[in-house]
């Protein structure tokens, strides 16, 4: 098949642009964002909301499929046979996107290739910096290649030999067993953070590797007696040695003990990676003119926070009124009943002024459930999605973590939260690019994600939604706590900021408990989130808000079209749902350059 004229087996051929296909997308298009027809073709000639399908759609789909076919079959981290697939795969498909013809590409169909190009080098990146990570991590792990090995031979289909396998099980042991020693006799807390940061990296790494052995081992125990025989005792041993070993690293490196919580260390990837990782994410602006920016909004902040506070009879001692607030917490087993109000109250209230379309079907199937008293220790406040995950005491827990989950769930923070992860927030984003553009979930970025929900924070501010001092002070707190993210975050990686440090910020800056600043410093740091995925709450809803400042407040579209629009578009970066909207004219190189901080 062709794409603009070049043969290329993965990109299909245009849309077909006859005048009834073009009549009846447009009557479609200006269905589900809720225009009439004939003014979505009169925005569309001036570049506003694209009409017709993406070219590329169907290929950005292949690639997504594709890749999650080779994850399924390269499961090994840090296996060097295993990036250099993926090598392969992303760069193959850099040579596919290069043949396509980008002049006869219309506007979706370019957005999908600047963004296809974009994750393709975003992934090379990141298997160079795996390499490196392998690198520090390989005199602490020196039997690692052994064992992927095993498993990429039984991947192959090969058979085992087995008294080989026996042999280098007793190898892995005795290795393992030599390490734990050399590590018991270091001088306990004598490592440095560098060495503590690698450390605690490889226990990740050992707990990998075993299950990788232990998948090999039961592929083949008890259906081959042959291998049983040879190899039950060695791999026991070997499994347990590196335990052993495990636990030595915890204890004498990382300095975690029996039963202690795992210490916040963090793994910062460092000036040059935070560059390139806002590049990736199409941010036109350095680390430093970021954290210049939080602190510029933290002054307005608290400003905002003394008025709320002298209303409510605190003077400019904000913290005595974020005390009270915190008071206001409802009694245990209440929690669910004010959650419900809460989502009503921003549902109506979005409804009624016609903000964006809300599917009567996406108010009715959200769910909610009640986290763990473990779960609550890494997030302590609500997560949400078509399901609001509710952090709130249990019986079991101890009475003062009981008090400090309702102090900081308690009514008034709990206002900028409940629509943050049900309507309009996140629950509506995956409602609706479950539905259109789907094909866009391969280029998914928290700056899109968190930005939208953090954005209604800021919108539902300005239109009036807070009532009281008190739901203002909630929503400040909130919004002062989104911005300490953006300093923490990017300091912590810069490596200008230690863990410690960022739980101090969260505790005298923004009113956290300390247990909560904790939990969230931790939750930062464990390595379940992408670096900058903190800092992308605020950053994305400025983006966002500085777009609905050049669309809506600039007359030329409506509340209701610009959110409908970003919703349908699918997700992206925000540079290119301005671009999307705006008709920003794109090359095949494109590369971030919006300036949106004024």
Known sequence: MEVGGVRCEALPSPTARSARAAKLLTAFIALILSLPAGELTAQAKIGMIPVGASELRDSVSLFSTDRAALMRRWTVEYSPARRARFTAFYTDWRNRLAKVDFAKLGQEGRIDYVLLDNRLRSELDQLKREEKLAADMAPLVPFAGVITGFEEARRRFEKVDAPAAA??????????????????????????????????RTIGYLGD?????????????????????????PYRRANEAITRYTTAIREVIVGQKQGEEEPIIGDPIGAEGVKAD???????????????????????????????????GFGDDWRAALEAVKQAYVPPGEQPALIRRLATEAVAFITERD???????SDEI??????????????????GGEIIQVSYPTDSMAHDDKLMSMRGNNPHFSMATVHH??????????????????HRQAFSTPFWGEGWALYWEMLLWDAG????????????????????????????????MTPQEAIDLLVTRVGHERANAEAEVRRSFNGTYSPLYQAAYMMGGLQIRALHRE???????????????????????IEMVRARLLGVPLTRDYRASWKFIQ
């Open 167 to 200: 042999k280098a099980l007793a190898v892995i042991a005795a290795q393992s067993d030599s390490l734990t020693r050399a590590t018991r006799e270091k001088k306990a807390g004598s490592a440095t953070r560098p060495e503590r940061i690698v450390a605690l």
């Open 355 to 361: 903000l964006v379309t809300v599917p009567p079907l």
């Open 551 to 573: 669309l809506v407040q600039g007359g030329r579209m409506t509340d209701k079209q610009f959110h409908d629009a970003i919703l349908q578009g699918g997700r992206m970066p």
């Open 421 to 438: 992860e049900l309507i309009p927030g996140h629950h509506l984003q995956g409602y609706m690019t479950s539905r259109y553009n789907t």
């Open 278 to 312: 806002l590049g990736f994410e199409m941010i036109a602006y350095t680390a430093e003119e970021l954290i210049a920016l939080a602190e510029r909004e933290f002054l307005w902040i608290e400003a905002e926070q003394k008025k709320a506070s002298r209303e409510m």
């Open 465 to 496: 939604f807070p009532r009281t001092p008190q739901d203002r002070m909630g929503m400040l707190f909130w919004r002062s706590h989104r911005l300490a993210r953006i300093i923490f975050s990017l300091r912590v990686h810069l490596g200008t």
């Open 209 to 233: 590797l075993q299950t990788t052995l232990r998948n090999w081992q039961r592929f083949s125990a008890g259906y081959d007696p042959t291998f049983s025989w040879w190899t039950a005792d």
């Open 366 to 383: 959200w769910r909610m459930e009640m986290m763990s008293p473990r779960q609550q220790l890494v997030s302590p406040f609500f997560l």
